[in-house]
């Protein structure tokens, strides 16, 4: 029996981040599958996992943690994967700057395309449907495509040598950076926005690299079984038109 | 060849990473950029860190942006006492990496606006403090204390325990923001924080006061400067 739960919601990019780096490392865990639509998250019983009230979390015998950059960079210290938080001393701080640049760097620009979408999608057909003010969007656009192009840039070349590409943002080994950066990328995919990062050849042949690392690891399947409730999302709204490419 | 450090102390994350390499005695050739001169917008600068930040770190051509990185990277690399970022002991490693990402979107950011609304924006536009936009702000710092407060530090004398780490060293800059706008109440109201905040600092100095002279200086010309902007002190 493990010693690991997991607290998390398949909608939240963080907690498949969290969720795909257990399978892909073969970790054991238990799963504690919360529907944040339900707000599961708000409840006494999750507060005193989480004050803050968000999912990820994790419960390690009686140590909770929060922050998913810090519940992937502890797990696979704690379970012997150390490679997946950087195999030398250079890559660890490469990984580390992504964790940390990530927030503001690609979080942000990937939601403010997502979440307006999403809802202009959502309230299709109803009396008062939200559209997208196109300054907003098309801001909101140009901000994702300059931070994929920096990512591209910063992240998927090599230390030294900028011109040369690494394959993952940990080199030749995949990173916990690499997990959390492919599911705040294919967010976008549930709201018909996947060109963002297919359009780019090395970033389109890092995801598919980083997917099979994760089916490799987890077996197949894996992918389908994390995606699914994104791939509702899509399939559910998938008539609206409001949305501008 | 040697490290490079590029930096301004006015930003937090420049002064915590600074106070950290003078703290630990790194050698490094201090390399200041003067974010009101806009210096780091030049060309050169551009082609160090796209991003047009500070602070940045060049270790012999390997270059690092991201002051949670590198204050990690630093501990690793000269070896520096365990307590900065413990290497055995993974439940604290993980607090402190808990507070270094929890810090980004909450006392980072909530601090830093309340000091961009205060001072740099109503210099820039040269126009009056927007008071909705400081006070939309600061109305979320007591969350932001109260869980510094209760969670990362509870009984502890430093948030990963008996010792201080690279979590409070970023912690105590990016409170101190709020200093030389005067709104240092926010924190010195809570007995517990401020106990921490002083601790820290007298286990820092005399470097942490080297480090933080620009923050004392800002305060003494808001005095002035301050009611022209429409701040009530």
Redesign the interface.
């Known amino acids: 029996m493990s010693d690991i739960t997991l607290y998390f919601d398949l909608l939240s990019q963080p907690s498949r981040a969290v969720y795909l780096f257990l399978k892909a490392a073969k970790i054991p865990f238990k799963e504690n599958n919360m529907d944040l639509m339900k707000e599961e998250h708000k409840k006494p019983e999750y507060l005193q996992i989480n004050p803050a009230g968000q999912v990820p979390a994790v419960k390690v015998g009686d140590f909770c943690l929060t922050e998913s950059a810090a519940i992937l960079k502890y797990l696979a210290s704690l379970k012997g994967k150390k490679d997946w938080n950087g195999k030398t001393v250079e890559y660890e701080a490469r990984i580390d700057q992504y964790l940390s640049w990530q927030q503001s760097g690609m979080r942000k620009p990937c939601i403010e395309v997502f979440i307006p979408t999403l809802i202009n999608k959502i309230t299709f057909g109803l009396f008062i449907q939200k559209n997208i003010d196109p300054k907003q969007a098309e801001d909101a656009k140009k901000a994702l495509e300059v931070a994929i192009c920096q990512f591209e840039d910063r992240y998927l070349k090599s230390l030294t040598d900028k011109k040369t590409k690494i394959k993952f943002i940990g080199g030749s080994h995949i990173s916990v950076a690499d997990i959390l950066a492919y599911c705040e990328l294919y967010q976008l995919s549930a709201v018909g926005k996947e060109g963002f990062y297919k359009k780019s050849p090395a970033v389109k042949q890092w995801m598919a690299d980083v997917e099979k690392e994760i089916e490799n690891g987890g077996g197949k399947g894996t992918l389908e079984k994390a995606n699914k409730r994104l791939c509702e999302v899509k399939e559910k709204f998938a008539a609206a038109d409001g949305a501008k490419k | 060849m040697a490290l490079k450090y590029y930096y301004d102390l006015m930003s937090q994350p420049s002064r915590a990473i600074y106070i950290f390499l003078k703290a630990n005695k790194i050698n490094f050739v201090p390399k200041p950029v003067a974010l009101r001169k806009g210096e780091h917008f030049n060309d050169e600068f551009k082609k160090l860190n796209?991003?047009q930040k500070v602070p940045v770190l060049d270790d012999d051509?390997?270059v690092?942006?991201?002051?949670?990185?590198?204050l990690?990277?630093l501990t690793?690399?000269f070896k520096l006492a365990d307590h900065w970022y413990p290497q055995n002991d993974?439940?604290k490693?993980?607090?402190i990496?808990?507070y270094?990402?929890?810090q980004?979107?909450n006392t980072r950011m909530q601090c830093a606006m309340v000091f961009q609304q205060k001072l740099i924006m109503p210099v820039a536009r040269q126009a009056q403090i927007d008071e909705k936009k400081v006070q939309r702000f600061k109305a979320e710092i007591p969350k932001v204390i109260n869980?510094i407060d209760?969670?990362f530090l509870g009984d502890n004398k430093f948030i990963a325990g008996d010792e201080i780490s690279v979590a409070d060293i970023l912690g105590v800059c990016e409170l101190m923001q709020l200093y030389p706008v005067y709104e240092e109440q926010l924190y010195t109201s809570n007995d517990k924080v401020k106990a921490w905040m002083e601790r820290v600092r007298q286990t820092l100095n005399p470097h942490f006061d080297e480090g933080s002279a620009i923050v004392y200086r800002t305060r003494k010309a808001y005095e002035k400067l301050g009611p022209t902007l429409g701040a009530k002190l």
């Open positions: 796209p991003w051509g390997f690092l942006t991201e002051s949670v990185a590198m990690r990277y690793s690399k993974l439940m490693q993980a607090r990496e808990e270094l990402h929890w980004h979107l869980h209760q969670y």
